[in-house]
């Protein structure tokens, strides 16, 4: 999962807190620039015929004029742009799309009135905790509007199911604090939320009147959001955040005396001294525990941020948060947002898949139409995760960017995964991935961590085929990756060639593994229209278009390397 290690603070009684394993990197010299060369000019003329070539049969394969239109158009909904209709049929993206102005005005509102309250209340009432953040530890009062809101955004949400989530998430607190630091701690946690996701999904978020049926009136106000069980998966990760980083804080006392720990928490001088040192153990509180899972701006959609690090900027908050930043981050939202909006207007990619009819589509329409179903949810999280980053931001708060990369420029299974849902990523190797050993039992391991990713997705087969397959694919990249990278290989002039070679395979392999988890229901079809001998030249064509994308990705890294 990550090829540096850290191991999270207190989970070895030999790690005293922010003590860490970093696998050295030798320093080389960049390589000249290719940019100008004749090599990659030709590749830019390929470039600007491909993409055309690529918007013109996607743009075609969704026109109007064509036959298939009308057997799939049910799914399209009235549209704003050039009198266009535009495809609405993802779930999801409809959901968020539909609700942005309420969603956009309570955030609004809450960062306001948060804000409002910090320089009125706070800057009055707790003088002495701006000044020297240490000196108040349990309830901070940076805390208390958010998790006053917090109550009441989620009692809006939620209704009367605000009963289950408080009783759910008190359990865990319960737990954490009768048997943290104990040696099987980690056991009770884990098996107690995964007892919890798999109670969620089987009883479709709950009802009071199962429990008696006196009761069922209330079964009737649920809220918003009547399945909160399905947004409840995220916070079911920061409840065994919260209750691993409060083991380790436990840990920590027995094996160093409390003070040097505390002694730790002062003046965090990195990211990374916000997630591995522990906070004051009195910081591990109920009020900051709920104020934490409930965080109105990450509470239905992420960035996952770690119990430590949330608490930590809530007393010491962080310097790369600015106002420019965040206002520049806003314009970029909303570029991103007017593009998502102009391509689900003229390629109705997910219209096309959810009908999956593809009988009378060529293989590179069918390849053009996966593709940009993968473009699209990628898109499409990358602005929902977005948005609630925006408004985390601009409450001072600082979290992982989810999407780092653009699906398009990424070759390596292992760096795509790093790049995608970046901080569940980071939740996962310092959760799972570490404690289960690591890169000392990595053969294993991966496997217990896509399998523990496709369980909390959703608890389906196809899903778990999914994670099995790409958990699969690792073993053959890390192979390749160990066999090449040596000096006999590296130092030849053709070694950028042998990579692309690899590289195009695994970004076929892994297009392929995404459709099956991800993709609807004719994706089967689909691959059985490219993979056939027909579609053998398409393939050839796109192995080989694919070898000089490579090329320039690999001088894309090499001049952020040269930075």
């Not at 009367?160 to 009770?188: C, H, M, Q």
């Not at 436990?250 to 040192?277: G, Y």
């Not at 948060?321 to 991103?336: E, H």
């Not at 959760?431 to 496709?454: E, M, Q």
């Amino acid at each position: 999962m990550a090829s540096t290690e850290t191991l999270p603070a207190g989970a070895s009684a030999k790690l005293l807190p922010g003590t860490t394993r970093v696998s050295q990197r030798k320093m080389r010299t960049p390589a000249a620039s290719l940019w100008g060369t004749v090599e990659f000019k030709t590749y830019y003329a390929i470039y600007v015929i491909a993409v055309c070539s690529m918007i013109y049969t996607m743009v075609q394969a969704s026109s109007p004029s064509r036959s298939e239109y009308h057997k799939y158009s049910h799914y399209l909904s009235d549209g704003w742009l050039f009198g266009r209709e535009v495809d609405m049929s993802d779930g999801q993206w409809r959901t968020f799309r539909s609700n942005l102005p309420a969603f956009a005005l309570a955030m609004f509102s809450y960062v306001a009135l948060n804000w409002a309250f910090r320089l009125a209340v706070l800057r009055r009432v707790c003088a002495k905790f701006f000044q020297k953040p240490e000196s108040v530890q349990g309830a901070l009062p940076t805390l208390w509007f958010p998790f006053v809101f917090a109550i009441a955004f989620v009692m809006v949400l939620s209704g009367t199911s605000i009963v289950f989530i408080l009783v759910i998430t008190s359990g865990n607190y319960l737990i954490a604090k009768k048997v943290g630091g104990r040696r099987w701690a980690p056991i009770i946690i884990w098996v107690y939320n995964m007892g919890v996701l798999f109670s969620n999904e089987n009883f479709k978020g709950y009802e009071f009147g199962r429990i008696n049926q006196s009761l069922g009136w209330l079964d009737g106000h649920r809220g918003i959001l009547r399945r909160w069980d399905i947004t409840f998966n995220l916070t079911m990760l920061r409840m065994v955040s919260f209750s691993m980083d409060y083991h380790w804080r436990v840990r920590q006392d027995k094996e160093a005396s409390p003070r040097r720990v505390d002694a730790m928490v002062a003046n965090p001088r990195t990211d990374k001294d916000r997630i591995e040192h522990s906070c004051f153990k009195s910081d591990y509180c109920l009020i900051n525990y709920l104020a934490y899972l409930l965080y109105p701006p990450l509470y239905l959609t992420g960035p996952i941020i770690t119990f430590n690090n949330f608490v930590s900027q809530m007393r010491y908050p962080s310097p790369s948060v600015a106002v420019k930043t965040t206002v520049v981050y806003g314009i970029r939202l909303l570029c991103s947002t007017f593009l998502m909006e102009l391509m689900l207007h003229f390629v109705y990619c997910v219209a096309i898949s959810k009908w999956g009819h593809w009988d009378t589509f060529s293989a590179y329409e069918i390849s053009m139409i996966g593709y940009m179903r993968l473009n699209f949810i990628w898109l499409k999280l990358f602005i929902i995760w977005r948005f609630a980053r925006f408004w985390a931001m601009a409450d001072g708060l600082d979290t992982v960017e989810n999407m780092r990369r653009c699906m398009s420029n990424n070759y390596s299974l292992q760096q795509f995964w790093r790049d995608w849902h970046c901080s569940f990523n980071k939740w996962l190797v310092r959760y799972v991935y570490i404690p289960l050993g690591g890169r000392k039992t990595s053969t294993w391991n991966t496997f217990v961590v896509f399998t523990f990713v496709a369980l909390w997705h959703d608890l389906t087969m196809r899903l778990l085929q999914w994670a099995w397959l790409i958990a699969l694919l690792f073993l053959p990249e890390g192979l390749a990756t160990w066999y090449f990278n040596k000096p006999r290989w590296t130092s030849r002039p053709y070694f950028r060639f042998i990579c692309s070679a690899g590289g195009a395979l695994n970004i076929i392999a892994m297009m392929i593994a995404n459709l099956v988890g991800f993709g609807d229901a004719g994706v089967e079809k689909m691959l059985e229209k490219i993979f056939c001998r027909q579609g053998a030249f398409f393939l050839l064509v796109t192995y080989l278009a694919l070898n000089i994308h490579l090329q320039v990705m690999f001088e894309l890294r090499e001049h952020e390397y040269r930075r």
